[in-house]
């Protein structure tokens, strides 16, 4: 639970009440306290029962609440069978990677029946973010929400809501995902797809033997009461004729990327990745894994109950799991026994509906909120996307599935590379990752079916300080081509522009919307297309960068850069914290 005087949580009789309490006590930055007890607990779902590793043993895990200024201290004890490390993901963490998260990357994991504690200064973020697992697949079960406030006396750049609640989806395995994965690696091939998709950590009452899956008192008494749930499995959320909500739309999901909607309700969007939008209304939205999504609804129609759906997303010849999880939106007085009215998702592969929402999305740029888009560019860098075959002795088929940024199929190290760059330690990494592809081709042509073989190596690029990046992120037909939501850590960036087909340097830079881009932590690669993205080198540090479906990070589509230290100690790297768990 979280130790804390300054706001409720969880225990609030309304929530709503306590966020009233956020804007009217005097204003100064905070200390927050959070205990993190990594464990394992039995939960059921599907008529399936199974040990899952929790926080605090809920699922999903505890809500984080800040303001903007704020400290967290988030102590994380592992109590698992598992090494553990805790990504708080959008968080700029300025100076500070050491509380980044990632293993092996910014830190080496919490071993079983040890703590660390993430120490974070929120400077300059208002809006939802998320924290989840950032090793093997854990994040599965491991993940919550970042709600960040306001600084006192600050107000939403929209109308105020009458209350708020979170909407996390997910996904749910049966069987236990890290043996899931184990098959997989055997063969060389993706491990079995989820077998549901899931709101709040529920499926729902579309899928079989939902309505036998209760959730434990335990879990129900960690819930904001304006969010109820009925005997289905399934997430309720009560909204009173004629009020407006925030809803705080999370994708969880491992390997998906979802459209959601609510039956009868427009979704006025709001903010993306913990940045103001212009608002914009829309039937449905899309979100991609480790996006998050701020949309207002009113409670305008007739007093019903409604049924909130998301389901996946894909343009591309590739398996998923394409089934639909539903919550409910209920209005007050409504009885549980009245039928839900189903919305009209997009169809799986609606890629018009897909390129035209994302093409809707601009940053808010006042005075207040200004995109501050880099206009002069110091590196420019080329990086494509590919799947690959590599040999694999170890494997049934002798052979594995493989992808690669440039080629380059990116091979974790034994020990963090920040503790490396930091303590200058050699043979960990090097610095030379090409800044474009080493052989250019026709990169969404026919699909590419020979010569997939791909190199391996911990390379990284290294960044000047303060000096502005833009990257092209392009997709191949390699295999085939696929969507591919990228994830920068330590930074956002400025979405700049966005094409299908191959990007071309001479022409596509002309249509780049320099004025008011959106701005986000973590973006779709279209299928068979490429996205320009800018941003300034400003935190020192080491940065990882992954395609953040967990498929394709385990394949290798990662890297690295190593932003370098400026002229003083404010514009370097922090000395790393005592408790930071070893090697």
């Known amino acids: 639970m979280a130790r804390t005087k300054s706001f409720c949580w969880g225990s609030s009789p309304l929530l709503f009440l306590c966020l009233v309490g956020f804007f009217s006590t005097p204003a100064k930055a905070a200390l927050k306290t959070y205990q993190f007890d990594v464990q394992v607990k039995n939960v059921s779902r599907l008529c399936h029962s199974k040990p899952i590793v929790t926080v605090n043993g809920i699922f999903p895990g505890p809500t984080v609440y800040a303001r903007e200024g704020d400290t967290l201290l988030v102590n994380v004890t592992n109590h698992a069978q598992y090494n553990m490390s805790i990504h708080w993901h959008g968080l700029k963490q300025y100076r500070n990677g050491w509380a980044d998260g990632p293993a092996y990357i910014t830190q080496c994991p919490i071993k079983t029946g040890h703590s660390y504690t993430y120490n974070i200064t929120i400077t300059g973020q208002r809006g939802t973010l998320w924290w989840h697992a950032h090793i093997f697949w854990l994040r599965a079960t491991v993940y919550g929400a970042i709600v960040i406030l306001p600084k ?166 590739v398996s998923i799991d394409n089934k639909t999880a539903t919550g409910i939106l209920q209005y007050k007085g409504i009885p549980n026994t009245v039928q839900p009215v ?27 909120f200004p995109a501050s888009v880099p206009l002069k560019v110091d590196r420019h860098l080329f990086y494509t996307i590919g799947l690959g075959i590599n040999q694999c002795t170890t494997c049934l088929n002798g052979t594995q599935l493989t992808a690669s940024l440039n080629n380059i199929t990116f091979v974790m190290p034994q020990i963090g590379l920040l503790q490396a760059h930091y303590f200058n330690t050699k043979g960990v990494f090097t610095t030379d990752f090409p800044d474009r592809p080493p052989t250019p081709f026709n990169y969404t042509g026919a699909p590419l079916t020979a010569n997939l073989g791909t190199k391996l190596g911990t390379q990284l690029s290294k960044l000047a300080f303060n000096s502005t990046v833009e990257l092209v992120l392009q997709d191949t037909n390699l295999l085939t081509v696929e969507s591919h939501p990228f994830h920068l850590h330590g930074y956002n960036f400025f979405v700049v522009g966005t094409g299908v087909g191959n990007f071309d340097p001479k022409k596509d830079p002309a249509k780049y919307n320099l004025v008011d881009p959106p701005e986000r932590n973590t973006i779709g690669v279209p299928t068979g297309g490429w996205v320009a993205l800018r941003f300034r080198a400003d935190n020192p540090g080491v940065w990882f960068m992954h395609c953040h479906l967990e498929l394709h990070t385990s394949w290798g589509l990662k890297t690295a850069f190593v932003v370098g230290n400026g002229k003083d100690s404010d514009h370097s790297v922090l000395p790393p914290p005592t408790d930071l768990p070893p090697c």
């Not at 189903?342 to 207040?368: E, G, I, M, V």
Request: charged content about 15%; some cysteine; aromatic content about 10%.
């Open 152 to 317: 006192q006396g600050t107000g939403f750049p929209f109308p105020q809501p009458y209350k708020e609640a979170n909407i996390v989806l997910g996904e749910w395995w049966n069987n236990d995902v890290e043996e899931v994965v184990k098959q997989g690696n055997k063969l060389g091939l993706p491990p079995n797809m989820s077998d549901a998709h899931t709101i709040n950590g529920k499926p729902g009452p579309l899928f079989p033997c939902s309505e036998k899956s209760k959730p434990p008192p335990s879990v129900e008494k960690f819930l904001p009461t304006m969010s109820l749930y009925n005997a289905h499995d399934t997430y309720a959320l009560e909204v009173e004729q004629g009020k407006t909500y925030l809803l705080r739309i999370i994708n969880a999901a491992l390997n998906d990327e979802l459209f959601f909607a609510i039956a009868g309700h427009n979704l006025t969007v709001v903010e993306i990745d913990a940045v103001y939008t212009k608002p914009f209304r829309s039937q449905a939205i899309l979100i991609a894994p480790g996006q998050t999504t701020n949309v207002l609804v009113q409670a305008n129609q007739a007093p019903g109950s409604y049924f909130m759906a998301a389901r996946p997303f894909m343009d591309a010849p």
């Open 342 to 368: 189903l919305p009209q998702l997009p169809a799986l592969n609606n890629t018009a509906f897909a390129l035209s929402f994302n093409a809707k999305l601009r940053s808010l740029n006042t005075a207040q």
